[in-house]
């Protein structure tokens, strides 16, 4: 019997967009089909019109319960994240499993599985996160990972922060070297590498050039984590991609830089794809400038206006796969503290306005097709990711995950808006379109402004990636 019909909505599938009803059995959709077709006795319709209907979004990168540098707190746990993400229509979160001295992959992972499991309410899964000089013992321990279901592995090409400040076995610099032994096994396992890609040469270079110039005020963000550091950095790691052949997938690219360098890639046939970031695509450095204008800041660094418009290009017509936030959620008082480019605190707080401000800022506002509003908010990380097609399609067979979002919504956010944390930097912005009502699996988890969710309701997904995504530029 089915549970469930969504009804009256503009439903976007994999195979185009349209006025059909998405039928509910259990926690699957059973079928996607033209309106008044599927009979049936029915457990409950919910009327959808005037709605536009999509998968639920999924997070591709979030950092929850992580240690917040420079104090003993951490980040936002699972059951405050996931819940503020279902009320934004974002029904799976990704965050990191941190291998590093004393802790191998399997620690790790169990780790994270420890923190997640009975405490999330939406769904969820961990990559990888390998640091600094990476063992042969820890690269051997790649293929159980991918095999368990956690088939996507970070690294960074920089210690982000002045490296004479962090300890040597804290360091996060993987070198040209361990990178290329951490992809030939990704190649060879069918994992995906996931890279946080600056230049660290031009990083210290610049943080003891604004020391020396007495000059380290934190709106000078961009000025260390700068274009340059971005072009070369993404350029070396696809030269390595290239060598190695290396399905990569960069994080928050910020500059114009490297959107042209990953659709250069992308242009050759190579597995190449790209995340922004929601406040990345919204905000520039001109905003550093503010009172609390380190509030806007996630590392790298917001940079131009010409950058914010070449990354909405990216999400609108291609080069960018998809929208992220970073979420690494503290309080104000904590996102504030530091007031210098060594010590500001990085990280977004909240992947709740992540689906909405896609939908108002690209669909409403700049005519970003639904179809491809979809991609970058749910199917593309589903894809890359290895979670579909579970999840991140309004198909047959896939799990029920489904938001309704009412485009004819106008306001200026507020608080009340948001269900998580003491501010927001998207306070005061103007929307066209919102998310409304969010189903996990076949359950109605946000209608009416109400949250229904269980606690401990979210599933550990495993994932696995498709050859296709790991062999060529596939979404
Ligand atoms: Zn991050």
């Not at 008044?36 to 709605?51: K, Y």
């Not at 951490?74 to 029904?91: K, M, N, Q, W």
């Not at 790691?237 to 990953?262: M, N, Q």
Request: aromatic content about 8%; some cysteine; overall charge negative.
């Amino acid at each position: 019997m089915i549970d469930l019909i969504v009804r009256g909505g503009q439903v976007v599938t994999p195979w185009g967009v349209g006025d059909w009803d998405v039928a509910v059995e259990g926690e699957k959709i059973a079928a996607v089909a033209s309106p008044g077709s599927i009979p049936a006795e029915v457990g409950r319709v919910l009327d959808a019109s005037g709605m536009i209907v999509v998968p639920g979004g999924i997070e591709p990168h979030a950092h929850v319960s992580a240690p917040v540098a420079g104090t003993n707190l951490l980040t936002a746990p699972p059951e405050e994240v996931s819940r503020s993400a279902l009320f934004g229509g974002t029904t799976t979160i990704t965050d990191f499993a941190i291998q590093g001295p004393g802790v191998d992959i399997p620690a790790a992972i169990q780790e994270r599985t420890d923190t997640w499991k009975g405490h999330s309410y939406c769904d969820y899964s961990h990559h990888v996160m390998l640091l600094g000089e990476i063992p042969p013992e820890i690269i051997a321990q790649m293929n159980d990972a991918v095999v368990d279901g956690f088939p996507t592995f970070k690294i960074f090409t920089t210690n982000i922060r002045p490296v004479a400040g962090i300890p040597v076995d804290e360091r996060r610099l993987v070198g040209m070297g361990h990178l290329t032994g951490v992809m030939e096994e990704a190649v060879t396992r069918g994992g995906l590498m996931f890279v946080h890609a600056e230049d660290d040469d031009i990083v210290q270079y610049m943080y003891n050039k604004l020391i020396r110039e007495e000059n380290t005020e934190w709106q000078n963000m961009h000025v260390v984590h700068n274009n340059m550091s971005e072009d070369l950095s993404f350029r070396r790691v696809l030269r390595v991609a290239e060598w190695t052949g290396a399905a990569t997938y960069f994080v928050h690219v910020s500059a114009k830089e490297g959107v042209d360098a990953i659709q250069e890639a992308r242009g050759k046939g190579m597995p190449i794809y790209g995340e922004t970031l929601h406040n990345y695509a919204c905000f520039n450095s001109d905003n550093y400038k503010e009172e609390d204008g380190m509030k806007y800041h996630t590392y790298p660094s917001l940079k131009s206006e010409e950058d914010r418009k070449s990354l909405w290009e990216g999400l609108i017509k291609g080069g960018i796969n998809s929208m992220a936030t970073d979420e690494y959620c503290t309080s104000y008082a904590v996102k504030t503290q530091g007031r210098s480019v060594l010590d500001v605190t990085g990280g977004h707080n909240g992947a709740e306005a992540r689906v909405g401000i896609t939908f108002s800022e690209g669909v409403s506002k700049q005519g970003m097709s639904l179809q491809r509003f979809v991609d970058v908010t749910s199917a593309n990380a589903a894809k890359i990711m290895g979670y579909y097609p579970r999840k991140g399609a309004l198909a047959p067979g896939s799990d029920a995950d489904i938001v309704l979002i009412d485009p004819s919504i106008r306001k200026t956010l507020s608080m009340n808006d948001f269900h998580i944390g003491d501010y927001s930097v998207w306070e005061g912005r103007d929307i066209i379109g919102w998310p409304v009502t969010t189903i996990l699996r076949g359950k109605v988890v946000v209608e009416n402004g109400q949250f229904h969710g269980a606690g401990g309701g979210g599933q550990l997904i495993p994932r696995k990636i498709d050859q296709d995504v790991l062999n060529r530029p596939a979404c």
